[in-house]
């Protein structure tokens, strides 16, 4: 099987190779990228049997990752497998990683056991999670309604354009009071937004909504 992985941490890059050398010629890999840039220059010349890549790839020439370089990948590769490296464990933008067209999901913290069984589960053509995040997507789904969770994330989490807008300039750096001013809303309109915005996506802090707006590209 020939694989092309992509993490901007050279040391996680050996970790990987060193684990897939072990299975002798079962995995060979033809590639690596640092960033989004050169993981797209390199799918262009070199053609792979699966795309493992980290999610958060952020370079200082402000190369593509997150939500917006995946959905480039399967725009551009609609067959191509892709496993997502991530120290993200919130659902809802797990659920939006699998709507772009992840077929796995693998946590940083516990790469080596969990890769090779998301490997195997790709490579027969099912959908890989750990149990905790499968649990956390159920949830989720169950408070969007089912299927119509898939359509809204891969829209961008199913926020109204006042929700969103909230999202952006409040993970930007704007406080409420700010945002309000900008948009000539009341303090208490713009706090509600944000909180719905939250209770939308699942998120618990103002650092997963950070997190949020960041890997969905309203802020770079």
Same mark, same amino acid.
């Given at each position: ?25 079962? *995995? ?33 020439? /402000? ?12 725009? !551009?590769?609609? !067959? ?15 659920? /939006?990683?699998?709507?772009? /067209?992840?077929?796995?999901?693998? !946590?940083?913290?516990?790469? /080596?056991? %969990?890769?090779? %069984? ?13 149990? $905790? ?16 969770? %898939? ?26 009071? $700010?945002?309000?001013? $900008? ?28 997190? *949020? ?8």
């Amino acid at each position: 099987m020939r694989i092309i992985v992509a993490d901007d941490h050279p040391v996680v890059l050996m970790g990987i190779k060193a684990l897939l050398m072990s299975f002798g010629k079962t *995995y060979e890999v033809i590639g690596e990228a640092l960033n989004g840039r050169d993981l797209l220059a390199l799918l262009a010349t070199h053609s792979c049997d699966l795309l493992i890549t980290d999610f958060s790839m952020p370079d200082e020439q /402000g190369a593509s990752d997150g939500l917006p370089l995946l959905k480039r990948l399967r725009r !551009d590769y609609p !067959d191509l497998p892709i496993i997502i490296l991530t120290m993200v464990h919130n659902p809802s933008l797990i659920s /939006g990683m699998l709507a772009a /067209g992840a077929r796995g999901v693998v !946590d940083k913290a516990s790469m /080596g056991k %969990q890769l090779m %069984q998301a490997i195997k589960t790709v490579s027969s053509g099912r959908v890989h999670l750990n149990e $905790q995040t499968r649990t956390g997507i159920t949830d989720l789904r169950a408070a969007y309604g089912g299927a119509d969770m %898939q359509v809204a994330l891969a829209d961008g989490g199913g926020l109204s354009k006042r929700e969103a807008e909230v999202v952006r300039l409040y993970a930007s750096g704007n406080s409420v009071t $700010q945002i309000a001013e $900008q948009l000539h809303r009341s303090v208490k309109t713009v706090s509600q937004q944000k909180n719905d915005a939250m209770r939308k996506l699942g998120l618990k802090s103002n650092s997963q909504l950070y997190e *949020y707006a960041r890997s969905y590209g309203l802020i770079s």
